[in-house]
DNA sequence: GATAGCTGATGGTCAGACCAATTGCAAATA
DNA sequence: TATTTGCAATTGGTCTGACCATCAGCTATC
């Protein structure tokens, strides 16, 4: 190789870029995500058939279906045989890729039960200094839903879950909201044997429920460092059960 | 309908309960995944052709080609055309999930430079108390690097994300580990044009070395405390420009 | 010894067909 | 009339076989 051609193949190696390469599909996904994202599909909206997709987009239903496949993977939308493809209402991306690392990765409910306690207490901090009317009244009705549930631990989790989302949302943080909301949705398997198993259940509960009125409080009174403080407390104190039973179910 | 049939139906709700319907591609999905976590496929790997996987399955080409391509979508696999169907080196579920979370919601940049300062603090937190000295050699490597690319703002900042990836990597959890090279991947554009765009950018760079050298430190020393304050203080004063930057951008 | 060109392997796409589940309507039934 | 049964259309799921575009590696050429 010469000095001359080494120069202009350097110049173009400054100036040139390599070209898009997208596959037909991944335009495909692009397109309805564009859709989504301009409200043109929303929440629970139908797609129009796949057949009719294929005339549409122009492209083989192999393409078509391939994009929705990639769309399914992410939970964006959902199909149903003999119904059709619906737009999830929840945009779980980020559940959907917890889902996907733990069936990778069964170390990661011990990474998961740590990650938590973080989540969990800054989205109290935050909550605290966000937190509207409308949050407080979600976040105090799931309170009394546990207070009326002490003797029904199905119902009384159910509640507690309802609080802590509740709390999550008053963030305004979506996507804080989105993490808390997927660790716990898979630690909840967990926390439902822990409860469950326990026998003394009703005590437990008692106990829980003091600490979530603690958390409540402090959120009420908009102090941000006594809700993370209570709700550590609270966290650590759940956790305990929680990593026994995560022990004795991977040992 | 009768008394007698509204009885059988209802006992039937409670003990019946509606069968797995998998699709092939789930189950193709299923399999490969079982490949990988037992080790049969790592990481780099490259799968048989399509056209053999499908003998091997016995499954035709499009339920094959769906099910790689939902592994596809998450980032577990990667298909070059002539080349072969590969394990993605790097398992980066979280990345892709806010990937495609930022392809649905715009806002979501807002909410990402919030959650870091979280993940930044926390990770620097549980680092201190779990670095070990090879987790400290590739610290203390990167925050020389920062030191002699003070001139060289790429560099620099090349060497700057591998100091918090690092961190993240001593705290000996995948997932905390994986939030934050997520969220820290998607902000790198804005610092990038943070840094550039603002001229005094050594002047910049000696301040955010100094502010490492401060974690550096509290991390050898295994203060955890001071290590949190220390990362909170650095990603503070490295928020304010990113928040304006993307301010700027999103007005 | 380097280059251009050929060949085979491989992922990407298409078209048409059939299957299975679901819905909705219509006919048969009580 | 009210309920059940059964058929037909719709729709996602799957298969087949074909063709294209790209890439790696070999081969013949200069």
């Known amino acids: 190789m010469n000095a001359n051609s080494a120069d202009s193949s350097d110049a173009v190696a400054d100036s040139v870029r390599p070209i898009a390469r997208t596959s037909l599909s991944d335009e495909i996904i692009a ?14 909206d139908r797609l129009p058939p796949e057949r009719e997709l294929c005339k549409r987009f122009g492209v ?9 496949r990639s769309l399914g993977a992410m939970g964006v939308i959902d199909g149903r045989v003999g119904e059709g493809t619906f737009v999830s209402d929840n945009q779980q991306f980020i559940q959907k890729a917890l889902q996907w690392g733990m069936l990778l990765n069964r170390k990661m409910v011990g990474d998961l039960i740590e990650t ?18 409308e949050d407080m009244g979600r976040i105090e009705g799931a309170l009394a839903d546990m207070a009326s549930a002490l003797e029904d631990s199905a119902q ?5 879950m309802r609080f802590h989302l509740a709390v999550a949302g008053a963030t ?27 026998g003394r259940a009703p005590d437990r509960a008692r106990l829980s ?18 809700a993370r403080t209570a709700m550590v407390e609270h966290v650590l ?4 059960d929680l990593r026994a039973q995560f022990a004795a179910a991977s040992g």
């Open 237 to 240: 104190s759940s956790s305990e």
């Open 209 to 226: 429920l003091q600490q979530h009125e603690c958390i409540a409080n402090a959120l009420r009174a908009g102090d941000a460092q006594a």
């Open 172 to 198: 305004q943080n979506a996507l804080l909201a989105g993490l808390l909301e997927a660790t716990r949705g898979y630690l909840q398997e967990w926390i439902e044997r822990s409860l469950a198993e326990e």
């Open 116 to 133: 938590r306690l973080m989540l969990e207490s800054e989205t109290a901090f935050w909550a605290a200094q966000r937190a509207g009317e």
């Open 156 to 160: 009384f989790l159910a509640a507690d």
């Open 31 to 44: 397109q309805i995500i564009g859709l989504i994202k301009r409200d043109v599909l929303r929440p629970g």
């Open 60 to 68: 083989g239903r192999s393409s078509l279906r391939e994009a929705l």
